[in-house]
């Protein structure tokens, strides 16, 4: 199965011009040509169309970081699935902790989103979330439940799981405890049917994306502040070669 390697840029100041997107995928392109993995690049809303054609000719994804729960129609600021997808986004960050937690989105809205996206033909990247490791165990069959509510197994679904504590901390989970959650997150998908990848993120460097990967058995890595060096973000996409 192709890792999957994929970047969150939030709203981070490095990110406020479309240049820095332009400088970005200059330098980005020719350090991850040869990658065979699936790498994807999510970037704000406002930098999605500079994004795609950016990487237009390349194999490097371009994904948004949320879409809006409703399909179409009056409802001021948000962004359709189906807006993303004319725009040539191919991939959707949905129910990233940070959104459950300033903009109260629940698994209910999150399974709206994934239903959403689906029909549109994005590739939803659906972010599990949990503050200790016993509130990962409590609520982990809840948090599958509801947000993958009447979702075929047939489906192309990436399944992301960060710890809260280890988002932008520099704390990141260790290996031992990324390849226990990983194989609990694919033994619960297992038992609905499901065989969706299951990627970590929080705090991912360059120095312990290797081990994830490769020691601990996750199928790719959701990357927040490291992807926004593209040298740093190529090196966590060339992980596991050799
Ligand atoms: P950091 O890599 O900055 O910890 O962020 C993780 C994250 O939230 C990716 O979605």
Redesign the pocket.
């Known amino acids: 199965m192709k890792k999957w390697y994929i970047a ?1 840029f939030k709203m981070s100041k490095e990110v406020e011009s479309e240049q820095s997107i332009v400088n970005y995928a200059e330098k980005f392109i020719p350090l991850v040509e040869d990658v065979e993995d699936n790498v994807v690049i999510c970037a704000p809303y406002i930098h999605l169309s500079e994004a795609v054609a950016q990487f237009i000719d390349t194999d490097v994804l371009v994904g948004a970081e949320n879409c809006a729960m409703w399909e179409a129609g009056a409802y001021t600021g948000e962004i359709s699935a189906a807006m993303l997808d004319k725009a040539g986004v191919k991939v959707v960050i949905l129910g ?1 902790s940070e959104r459950r937690n300033y903009f109260g989105e629940d698994n209910t809205i999150v399974n709206k989103k994934l239903t959403l996206a689906l029909k549109y033909g994005l590739i939803p990247v659906v972010c599990l979330s949990f503050e200790t490791e016993d509130a990962f165990k409590e609520t982990l069959k809840d948090q599958l439940d509801s947000v993958l509510k009447d979702v075929s197994a047939d489906e192309n679904v990436v399944i992301a799981f ?1 710890p809260t504590f ?3 901390t520099g704390k990141a989970l260790g290996k031992e405890e990324v390849k226990q959650f990983t194989k609990q997150i694919k033994d619960q998908l297992k038992d609905k049917g499901y065989d969706f990848p299951v990627l970590y ?4 460097k360059p120095d312990n994306a290797k081990d994830f990967i490769v020691e601990a058995g996750a199928d790719g890595l ?5 992807s926004l060096d593209p040298e740093k973000f190529a090196e966590i996409c060339t992980c596991a070669k050799d």
């Open positions: 969150n990233h960060e280890a988002i932008g993120g929080g705090s991912v959701l990357v927040g502040g490291a």
